[in-house]
């Protein structure tokens, strides 16, 4: 054994964060589970899948999980201390990087650190992460070539750096194309969040088409919209962001970006895998895992 020890500094507080979780853990060859995602999964085994459990744990490494299911400043901090208790030679942090930012929370000297999901610190650390403008320009000229005059928007927290590119890449489409921006609708990933901004929608007799910036959120609008006797598609067409499993089995079946958590696993398991075997640390940059629309029943051409 080789001593070596790598720590997943997880927070678990959407699909993605927790997916790409066990994404890591199962590139690193051992089952991740956290409170947040036993809680909104029960009975779901996250168990690793034999190809997935390489040669890591045979070289030496050691596997550590700290979770952060509520990723305030105080619990990353006692993360951080957690971590500094012991022998660390690399982390992958799961976290936004505003939580890495306080003068408290400081990385131990020399160890290796990838950065992945929700963050805009590729000027620091060496980040991995989806393309998150190219899934929603993917997403908005879909509905737009479909036929529809705008599309409206159901934003993720204003805190969420993935929420904020989706958004802006949103706006950006709309104004190249030459089309009206309608306001955005502010949601926080909750499908609770969506079915209120689904209320509001409803009744606006110009909407025809909608991108959620998450799948949740999408299926709480489905729900309002139902309620309210507008029919999908043939009324308001709607677009997801994550492709979660259960996104084939809404009613209707919902058309969405799909997020590789997987390859943003192996992407960044490679990446600070290569530090600690060469002992240096990766320049500062981003790699983007590139997304896919997947297309299924909730959207068409206006006024089918």
């Given at each position: 054994?080789?001593?070596v020890?790598?720590?997943?500094l997880?927070g678990?507080?959407?699909?993605g964060?927790?997916?790409?979780?066990?994404?890591?853990?199962?590139?690193?060859?051992?089952?991740?589970?956290?409170t947040?995602?036993?809680?909104?999964?029960?009975?779901?085994?996250?168990?690793?899948?034999?190809?997935e459990?390489?040669?890591?744990?045979?070289?030496?490494?050691?596997?550590?999980?700290?979770p952060?299911?509520?990723?305030?400043?105080?619990?990353?901090l006692?993360?951080f201390?957690?971590?500094?208790?012991?022998?660390?030679?690399?982390?992958?942090?799961?976290?936004?990087?505003?939580?890495?930012d306080a003068?408290?929370?400081?990385?131990?000297?020399?160890?290796?650190?990838?950065?992945?999901v929700?963050?805009?610190?590729?000027?620091?650390?060496?980040?991995?992460?989806?393309?998150?403008?190219?899934?929603?320009?993917?997403?908005?000229?879909?509905?737009?070539?479909?036929g529809?005059?705008?599309v409206w928007?159901v934003?993720?927290?204003?805190?969420?750096?993935?929420?904020?590119r989706r958004?802006?890449?949103?706006?950006t489409t709309l104004?190249?194309?030459?089309?009206?921006?309608?306001a955005?609708?502010?949601?926080?990933?909750?499908?609770?969040?969506?079915?209120?901004?689904?209320l509001?929608?409803?009744?606006?007799?110009?909407?025809?088409?909608?991108f959620?910036s998450?799948?949740?959120m999408?299926?709480?609008?489905?729900?309002?919209l139902h309620?309210?006797?507008r029919v999908?598609?043939?009324?308001?067409?709607?677009?997801?962001?994550?492709?979660i499993?259960e996104?084939?089995?809404?009613?209707?079946?919902?058309?969405t970006?799909?997020?590789?958590?997987?390859e943003?696993g192996?992407?960044?398991?490679?990446r600070?895998l290569?530090?600690?075997?060469?002992?240096?640390?990766s320049p500062?940059?981003?790699d983007?895992?590139?997304?896919?629309l997947?297309?299924?029943?909730?959207t068409?051409?206006?006024?089918?």
């Amino acid at each position: 054994m080789g001593g070596v020890r790598v720590v997943l500094l997880g927070g678990t507080s959407n699909v993605g964060k927790s997916t790409v979780a066990r994404a890591v853990a199962g590139r690193l060859g051992f089952e991740c589970l956290s409170t947040d995602s036993l809680a909104r999964h029960p009975g779901r085994p996250w168990r690793t899948p034999e190809r997935e459990v390489p040669a890591h744990v045979a070289e030496g490494y050691a596997i550590t999980l700290i979770p952060v299911d509520v990723p305030t400043q105080d619990n990353v901090l006692g993360a951080f201390t957690r971590m500094g208790e012991l022998a660390v030679d690399a982390v992958i942090v799961i976290i936004e990087i505003h939580l890495l930012d306080a003068g408290t929370v400081t990385l131990p000297p020399g160890v290796h650190v990838v950065i992945v999901v929700d963050s805009d610190a590729g000027d620091r650390y060496s980040v991995v992460d989806t393309d998150q403008a190219d899934g929603a320009r993917r997403a908005v000229h879909h509905l737009l070539d479909l036929g529809h005059r705008t599309v409206w928007h159901v934003t993720g927290p204003r805190t969420s750096y993935a929420g904020q590119r989706r958004t802006q890449a949103w706006r950006t489409t709309l104004e190249e194309a030459g089309r009206p921006v309608p306001a955005p609708l502010h949601g926080d990933w909750s499908a609770e969040s969506g079915y209120a901004a689904g209320l509001a929608l409803a009744d606006e007799p110009g909407c025809t088409a909608v991108f959620v910036s998450n799948d949740q959120m999408a299926l709480g609008l489905l729900r309002a919209l139902h309620e309210r006797g507008r029919v999908v598609p043939d009324e308001i067409s709607v677009v997801g962001f994550d492709d979660i499993p259960e996104a084939a089995f809404f009613i209707p079946p919902l058309t969405t970006v799909h997020q590789d958590f997987a390859e943003v696993g192996r992407r960044c398991v490679q990446r600070v895998l290569v530090q600690i075997r060469e002992n240096q640390t990766s320049p500062p940059g981003t790699d983007l895992v590139p997304t896919r629309l997947v297309v299924r029943n909730s959207t068409a051409a206006p006024g089918r």
